[in-house]
């Protein structure tokens, strides 16, 4: 069973870089037809989608946040991370990660999640 | 971008009524649209696929009909562990975009 897993620090500064990684369990990362994504979601907000990676290092990003992200994979660790810079408050949220389908356009499974405040 | 703007944004309901959320999309998506189930403090689970298909595993009294730019989502018979927001997702085209919540309440 596919399962994912988030980490990284719970408190950012602000204008420092967050960096989380998501580690994939039960299976390859290296699996075609499927991307991996990250999703953000600030308290009582909507989901919103940061971006993903497919194995081979292609990526999709979202142009709200595309000139502060970066995700990368690490398919010897079955890894893919992401790092955000310059956040600020707004960039509270809890952060998921989850595997991405191209033919269905879903996501699933989902990390649990993991709570990053921003905050000095 | 493509805005998903789902109403209600909250409904009250008891076990056994018939429940109906919407999602709307701000251009024609085809019938790239999908649900998720949320509970509080856990992560969103897959319920529907574009082309109304139901995830496995996902009992039968959710449906998920539309398509264009207007979509419903219906639980045919609210059970107790249905309590929960649910969220529709577009997946037309990038960046994917999500819709606000519908929080099915008691």
């Known amino acids: 069973q596919l399962q994912l897993q988030e980490s990284g620090p719970g408190l950012v500064k602000p204008s420092e870089t967050l960096s989380l990684t998501c580690t994939v369990s039960?299976?390859?990362?290296?699996?075609?037809?499927?991307?991996w994504g990250w999703i953000r979601q600030p308290p009582a907000k909507r989901l919103e989608w940061i971006g993903d990676?497919?194995?081979?290092?292609?990526?999709n990003y979202n142009p709200s946040l595309k000139s502060r992200i970066t995700i990368s994979v690490d398919t010897s660790k079955n890894q893919f991370s992401l790092k955000l810079s310059s956040v600020t408050a707004a960039d509270t949220a809890v952060y998921y990660c989850?595997?991405?389908?191209?033919?269905?356009?879903?996501?699933?499974?989902w990390g649990q999640g993991t709570l990053v405040t921003v905050s000095s | 971008d493509i805005q998903m703007t789902q109403s209600p944004s909250s409904v009250s309901a008891s076990v056994g009524d018939r429940v109906t959320i919407t999602c709307r999309a701000s251009?024609?998506?085809?019938?790239?649209l999908i649900w998720y189930q949320q509970k509080p403090g856990k992560a969103p689970k897959l319920l529907i696929h574009?082309?109304?298909s139901l995830q496995s595993g996902v009992p039968s009294r959710f449906s998920g009909s539309g398509s264009g730019t207007e979509f419903t989502l219906t639980i045919s018979s609210l059970q107790p562990e249905d309590f929960a927001t649910y969220s529709c997702?577009?997946?037309?085209?990038?960046?994917?975009?999500f819709g606000g919540g519908t929080k099915v309440e008691i």
């Open positions: 989850a595997r991405w389908s191209t033919s269905v356009g879903w996501f699933d499974p």
């Open positions: 039960g299976g390859s990362i290296s699996t075609s037809s499927y991307y």
């Open positions: 990676i497919y194995y081979g290092g292609n990526t």
């Open positions: 251009q024609d998506i085809s019938s790239w």
């Open positions: 574009p082309t109304s």
């Open positions: 997702q577009q997946a037309k085209s990038f960046p994917l975009t």
